[in-house]
């Protein structure tokens, strides 16, 4: 038997002698691909998926203890019915679906064929090829020789070979033999003459070459195949460690704050990487529990958080049945507001009132994108229409316009034309064609793009589509949620009862917004090409030089830190909750603790308002510090008659600014406890 350091092949092996052999039988795990992490492992993992997507009432640890059980009661059956000790997984999984609550238990097809796919794409996920093996085989193809792949494992032929071709490897193996076909192992030796059986071949014609001294080469030797052995000794130690470092329960803590750190230069709000990661993984559960398998992103925050997820899918879910196919639309508000509404009559413009009530008439005109219209209109009804009301919907002036011949003929032509244009957009998606339900993407806070979707659709049924279903990074208000336009609150919600953590996240929402900036203009109507084809019609790109600037440097290093923290968690076991603690006490340190750096950083930002009302949101406060009688007149006011909205896009900045430090701490560890943290 020849022993080779790990990752060499001797000479003669390598050489593979012409007319010594005529096949090459080679073992799977640790001899042509290693795992990143233990084993055992990769099943924690899969249980953790496993149960948030079909078994929450258990939960990871408690799937995976009864996938052991199983396995070990499945394998001995087995070996009582003459096989061996072996337990096939498509087998254990409907062992395991039977043992779940019949009340939160999907279908047990469904559910086989998830726990199948989840475990094809963790291991797809953790698996690197052995380049000392993948060499052999190569020498092997060019002398001639046939290669069949011997592995004891419980996948099925086809997933190993979805394995296989995930790492380039399919086309290198005439023949593929798995004990959880056979329910023969090579351990045993009882593997050995099937192989045989299966290659047509004599065993002195055959190298079996594999990483186990008894199952790849005693055995192989037993059945007067010719073997080799590959050392891979030192891989127990580290599979060891491995081990340790995913059960241990600070783990994930002391990874996170690793990953987390700043060095060198400051860099603004690294936590906000660990914040979307979470909504991210979070997002792609809850799509995948729905059963979405395309989802539209919404312009223009949706851009960044399309990347973070498509980048998340690539390492997470490399096989095409957990793959989520994501679209990129671009709308906005404005753009869609006007094809959602009714005929002029009846129309009441709700969710532009039911938020903004004091606004002029160019305002109005802006909102709805006939902003073309305020000079004629001024004219012909001799009024100022830059001048702001009180309540605009109720006012003589909004009276007197929408009864204009000159509004109602625009606010017909336009509303159908820009309708037709976006519902072709819609049409023309790849997937939409004969579904029922459009599923979307955005930041938040109320869904309002949503609402005009869904009166759209619900106006015109030649669109084929009768729900609009809404995931978002946070809600804070239903807006126009209906049974056919359901909204959910994916990293927090704060209507009704509100999510865990939710007061945290909740704390100044415009970073998000800041942050999720898009490259280009906001979408102001939709329109038809000269080839006839709906198309977005983009606003200028006032905030070019801002974006390029400062956005697109602080995205880089955000999609970066995303990238590492997903490269590391892909290899721990943990719960969900878990991991929203931590980025629930990590996104309040941000927005509770901010830097200097942060602050001057966030300060130097603004952000475009397009909708109800125009112009610039900024952030900076430039107002003299208060003396300490206004800070006491401010920490009255707040304890006695404080109401929420009017602390700001930020409360701790606004506190801190208006009533001091001390005050601003005090108001730090009550959100946290409310949150919590």
């Known amino acids: 038997m020849t022993h080779v350091a790990d990752g060499l092949l001797p000479p003669a092996l390598a050489a593979l002698e012409p007319g010594a052999h005529d096949w090459l039988c080679l073992d799977m795990f640790d001899t042509l691909v290693s795992r990143r992490v233990h084993p055992e492992d990769v099943k924690r993992l899969v249980c953790e998926r496993l149960a948030r997507l079909a078994a929450p009432a258990l939960g990871g640890a408690q799937l995976y203890a009864a996938r052991a059980a199983l396995e070990q009661r499945l394998g001995e059956a087995n070996v009582a019915a003459g096989h061996d000790a072996e337990a096939a997984l498509p087998e ?202 395309d989802v539209c992103f919404l312009a223009r925050e949706g851009q960044l958080l399309q990347r973070l997820f498509d980048a998340y899918q690539a390492r997470r879910a490399p096989t095409p049945a957990l793959a989520i196919r994501t679209h990129y639309l671009e709308v906005s508000r404005r753009a869609t507001f006007l094809p959602s509404l009714g005929p002029l009559e009846a129309e009441t413009f709700e969710t532009l009132f039911r938020q903004y009530r004091r606004m002029s008439g160019a305002a109005f005109l802006r909102s709805l994108g006939l902003e073309h219209l305020e000079a004629p209109l001024a004219a012909a009804l001799g009024r100022n229409l830059g001048e702001e009301e009180a309540d605009w919907p109720t006012s003589e002036a909004f009276a007197a316009l929408r009864a204009h011949p000159t509004f109602t003929a625009a606010y017909a032509h336009e509303r159908r034309t820009r309708q037709d244009a976006l519902l072709d957009i819609l049409r023309r998606l790849p997937w939409l064609g004969g579904r029922d339900r459009l599923a979307v993407v955005d930041v938040g806070w109320k869904g309002t793009i949503q609402d005009h979707l869904a009166a759209l659709l619900a106006q015109r049924p030649d669109a084929g589509v009768r729900e609009v279903e809404g995931y978002y990074l946070g809600l804070v208000a239903t807006g126009a949620a209906s049974p056919t336009s359901r909204k959910h609150g994916v990293l927090f919600d704060t209507v009704g009862a509100p999510t865990p953590h939710a007061a945290a996240f909740d704390q100044n929402r415009s970073l998000f917004e800041v942050v999720l900036a898009a490259d280009h203009g906001s979408t102001h109507h939709h329109a038809f090409d000269a080839a006839g084809l709906g198309v977005p019609v983009r606003d200028a790109f006032e905030e070019a030089p801002l974006f390029h600037a400062h956005i697109a440097p602080a995205q880089r290093r955000l999609e970066a830190r995303f990238a590492a923290i997903d490269a590391a968690l892909v290899r721990l076991p943990y719960a969900p909750e878990r991991l929203l603690h931590e980025a629930a006490r990590r996104h309040a340190r941000m927005v509770l603790a901010p830097s200097p750096a942060e602050l001057g950083w966030f300060s130097g930002v603004w952000h475009l308002e397009n909708f109800g009302v125009f112009g610039r949101s900024t952030f900076s406060d430039t107002a003299a510090p208060p003396g300490w009688r206004e800070q006491l007149a401010f920490a009255w006011w707040l304890l006695t008659a404080r109401r929420p909205g009017e602390l700001g896009f930020w409360p701790y900045l606004t506190i801190r600014a208006r009533g001091g430090r001390a005050l601003a701490a005090v108001y730090a560890r009550a959100l946290r406890r409310r949150a919590g943290l």
Do not use: I
């Open 92 to 293: 254990v999984l409907g062992a395991l679906w039977e043992a779940l609550p019949a009340a939160d238990r999907p279908g047990r097809e469904a559910f086989v064929t998830l726990g199948l796919e989840l475990e094809v794409a963790t291991e797809c996920a953790l698996q690197l090829p052995e380049p000392d093996a993948v060499a052999l085989l190569e020498r092997a193809r060019e002398a001639g020789l046939g290669r069949c792949l011997v592995s004891d494992f419980y996948l099925p032929e086809g997933h190993l070979r979805r394995l296989l071709a995930h790492h380039g490897l399919a086309a290198h193996f005439d023949h593929v033999v798995v004990s959880a076909d056979t329910l023969r192992t090579k351990r045993s030796g009882r593997q050995y003459p099937l192989v045989l059986e299966r290659l047509g071949a004599p065993p002195s014609r055959v190298l079996m070459v594999g990483d186990n001294a008894e199952a790849d080469v005693a055995q192989a030797r037993a059945h007067g195949l010719a073997a080799h052995h590959l050392d891979r000794a030192p891989r127990g130690a580290t599979y060891e460690a491995w081990r340790r470092e995913a059960g241990d329960p600070g783990h994930l803590a002391r990874a996170l704050d690793g990953l987390l750190a700043t060095r060198g230069e400051p860099e603004p709000f690294p936590e906000l990487a660990l914040t979307l990661f979470a909504f991210t993984e979070r997002l792609h559960d809850a799509l995948l529990r729905a059963g979405v398998r």
